[in-house]
């Protein structure tokens, strides 16, 4: 398969929020960069241009899906529509329909024009595997894997775990865990309102799962921080009149949505202290979502059950 020459040339900046990671992606002029520029630092990314006019395309695009999957993670697919990005394919210098690009390091190392027969595309995959040196991103162990995005989600680096927790679910189609992970990522990454939209989409053998219990307390409570108000107007509020609970029960969701949730554990165990059946008890069922939100095993969690049973029962 002779070599097809490409100019990348300008290209748009990437997206603020990255997505979630998939083994095959639709990307756009807003995501071309980091769906496909960056991933290819990854591993070999193959851009596919195609359109969906295109009778050759319809051909070629089923073809190259099922033989990225059967790299299980060592090839991303990224299709571009001609139609709706058409700045990008003049980028590309694209002058026809289907056109494949493949990407390794940020730069393009092949590509070819046509539709091309399955064994040819074979052979053409894996010598770029081998030449590359590509590999899944992905442990063998799929424990390794969940592992290491807990941590990554546990430091911060919410992108880079959200990319491996996507990754075992598009292989895995049907892994609640790792479902669960991407949505605590976009939560993690203050995209509480997409994560709502994709669980309410969620398979129905994977939203019964138990793994997206804490999951759906963590984004009731993303989704009413964002309704939460600054913590020191609440602050001088309270010092007023310490038994303004609603203020302290206010105080305790805005220390929750600036992520101070050490704060936001001993305003509401401060309510139950002072009052434990104020508002129906709302300051003790807020703990629980707080405590299944973190996990009942995260040590705030086991400190803060702690403390509230020695109030209930003292």
């Known amino acids: 398969m002779s070599p097809l020459v490409a100019e990348p040339g300008a290209v748009p900046s990437a997206p603020k929020t990255a997505p ?3 083994i095959i992606k639709d990307v756009d002029v807003q995501t071309f960069v980091k769906d496909a520029i960056e991933e290819s630092r990854r591993r070999l990314v193959i851009i596919d241009f195609w359109a969906p006019w295109s009778g050759p395309c ?3 695009v089923p073809l190259l899906e099922k033989l990225v999957r059967a790299k299980k993670g060592a090839v991303l697919l990224a299709k571009v529509n001609i139609d709706t990005n058409p700045e990008l394919a003049q980028q590309m210098h694209v002058r026809s329909v289907p056109t494949v690009f493949a990407f390794f390091q940020g730069q393009p190392v092949d590509g070819f024009m046509g539709v091309q027969p399955e064994p040819q595309l074979v052979a053409w995959i894996d010598q770029l595997i081998k030449a590359t040196g590509s590999q899944s991103p992905l442990p063998e162990n799929y424990d390794a894997a969940l592992k290491q995005a807990a941590e990554l989600l546990e430091t911060g680096d919410a992108a880079r775990a959200e990319a491996i927790y996507g990754d075992i679910y598009a292989e895995k189609p049907d892994h609640a865990e790792a479902f669960a992970g991407v949505l605590r990522c976009m939560i993690a990454r203050d995209a509480a309102a997409e994560a709502q939209v994709k669980l309410n989409e969620a398979p129905k053998a994977i939203a019964q799962d138990k793994a997206l219990d804490s999951v759906r307390a963590a984004l009731e409570l993303a989704l009413a921080s964002d ?5 020191a107007p609440l602050e001088s509020k309270l010092a007023k009149n310490p038994d303004d609970h609603q203020t302290r029960f206010d105080l305790a969701m805005a220390y929750y949505a600036v992520g101070d949730k050490e704060k ?3 305003a509401l165990l ?5 009052d434990r059946a104020w508002n129906e008890e709302a300051a003790r069922k807020q703990l629980v979502k707080f405590f299944e939100a973190f996990g009942f ?3 705030l969690s086991v ?3 702690r403390r509230l049973s020695s109030l209930l029962f003292s």
């Open 303 to 305: 400190s803060g059950r």
């Open 20 to 22: 979630v990671d998939q």
């Open 58 to 60: 319809k051909q070629l």
């Open 270 to 274: 401060e309510i139950v202290r002072r």
């Open 297 to 299: 095993a995260d040590p």
């Open 227 to 231: 309704q939460a108000g600054d913590c």
């Open 264 to 266: 936001a554990v001993d």
